[in-house]
């Protein structure tokens, strides 16, 4: 009968490891979605003391007005301010009383806004509700309707139709801005995610990422490839000094590299070029010591009846070690990929033009002397790693397998 609590006992441990690995990925995961919450959130809400947990974009009640806006606007889905179209927004305050006030700003620096030149705003009050009416008179069609609205603290309280970014309070009155009044539900849910896409170049940055992350690895899958099985399976005189050799400088600094390879590059010409960022990253010894590994793990029995058949070195190369390999060399390549995506030094050191500038560089697009754009940055964050989880996923069999085959603790 004693069997009984023992199966109790190990059930309850069960449920205490489960209970803290799902804990410790709540907690791992957090930044994550703090990231995905805060490229949802509206100026306001990313930068106030009072953490909002869900934005007011993620919320239902707002995507009916939102697309009921952008409908009138131009769009359902994506909204805009269409040439000769009218949007309509409801303010509910329940009793008549002062009049509000409604502008469309102009940007800063800027002496006028055809926006604003050629809309026309009406005001009217209906059944327990205000009634704004912008009609755009003229030419040209928009992306964006920024309104402004000023309405008397008088009121017992006001709630209008769509959710606004932001309220302050202006003297008597209550200030109330959208960043867009007719969003569409598409665009009034991932609105940081499209102005983030227009605020910069981002599809040259994601290029440039792509082109010099791709070029450094199968580059660098080449030359590790060679260097490893001439140091796994070639017999030559001083292969282990060689081999330590190789190995003894990843002791060394990254950032004492910097300056003699920026040096070098301003003598061969090659400072804001594709070469500057794709070939000082070329050969790496981490590549090297992985395949290596691979290479050792190999059944010697495999080259020998090679050789016996007359296959040369390069030959045991191509059509055995690296077929069986093939875990080692992916993951290599997705290791080499993160390194040259996520780079940041590097490229600001060696790039000066925004043609050249890769993706990590281009989410300074959203920090300026005025402050951070928290909304648009994590936007443009969260597309950043957005290629690096896909691809983690795509390869993450192969990924465990290089891992356990290659004799790393």
């Known amino acids: 009968m004693r069997p009984k609590p023992l199966r109790w006992r190990a059930l309850l441990g069960q449920v205490a490891v489960y209970a803290v690995l799902i804990a410790g990925s709540v907690v791992m995961a957090f930044p994550f979605y703090w990231m995905l919450a805060t490229s949802l959130k509206s100026p306001q809400e990313a930068q106030q003391a009072v953490p909002v947990w869900v934005p007011e974009r993620l919320k239902p009640a707002n995507w009916a007005a939102a697309a009921r806006l952008g409908a009138q606007g131009g769009s359902r889905w994506w909204g805009g301010y269409r040439a000769g179209r009218s949007v309509v927004l409801r303010v509910y305050t329940g009793e008549r009383g002062p009049e509000p006030v409604v502008t469309i700003p102009t940007p800063p620096a800027a002496f006028s806004d055809p926006r604003a030149d050629n809309t026309r705003i009406t005001t009217a009050f209906k059944d327990g509700w205000w009634e704004v009416r912008l009609t755009n008179g003229g030419p040209e069609s928009f992306r964006l309707l920024p309104v402004r609205m000023y309405i008397a603290k008088s009121y017992r309280e006001f709630r209008p139709e769509l959710q606004p ?66 140091l796994a399976r070639i017999p030559f005189p001083g292969k282990e000094f060689v081999f330590s050799l190789i190995i003894a400088t990843l002791m060394i600094p990254g950032e004492v590299l910097l300056i003699p390879n920026y040096i070098l590059l301003a003598r061969l010409e090659w400072l804001d070029t594709y070469y500057a960022l794709i070939v000082p990253w070329l050969a790496s010894v981490f590549g090297i010591f992985l395949l290596r590994q691979f290479y050792l793990s190999l059944p010697q029995d495999l080259f020998d009846a090679a050789r016996i058949d007359g296959a040369s070195y390069w030959s045991q190369l191509w059509r055995i070690a690296l077929p069986l390999s093939v875990p080692g060399m992916i993951t290599y390549g997705i290791f080499t990929f993160l390194g040259a995506y996520n780079a940041l030094l590097w490229p600001l050191i060696v790039t000066n033009s925004p043609e050249m500038r890769t993706i990590q560089l281009g989410l300074q697009s959203f920090i300026g002397e005025a402050g951070s754009d928290y909304g648009g940055l994590m936007a443009a964050s969260t597309l950043s790693i957005l290629p690096i989880v896909l691809g983690y996923f795509l390869a993450q069999k192969q990924f465990i397998q290089g891992v356990a085959r290659s004799g790393i603790k």
């Open 165 to 230: 970014d932001s309220v302050s309070s202006r003297g008597e009155d209550w200030e109330l801005s959208w960043s867009n009044l007719a969003p569409g539900v598409l665009g009034y849910v991932f609105h940081n995610f499209r102005e983030a896409w227009y605020a910069a170049p981002f599809g040259r940055y994601f290029f440039n990422s792509f082109f010099t992350a791709l070029a450094q690895v199968l580059g660098g899958l080449v030359i590790a490839a060679m260097a490893a099985f001439a």
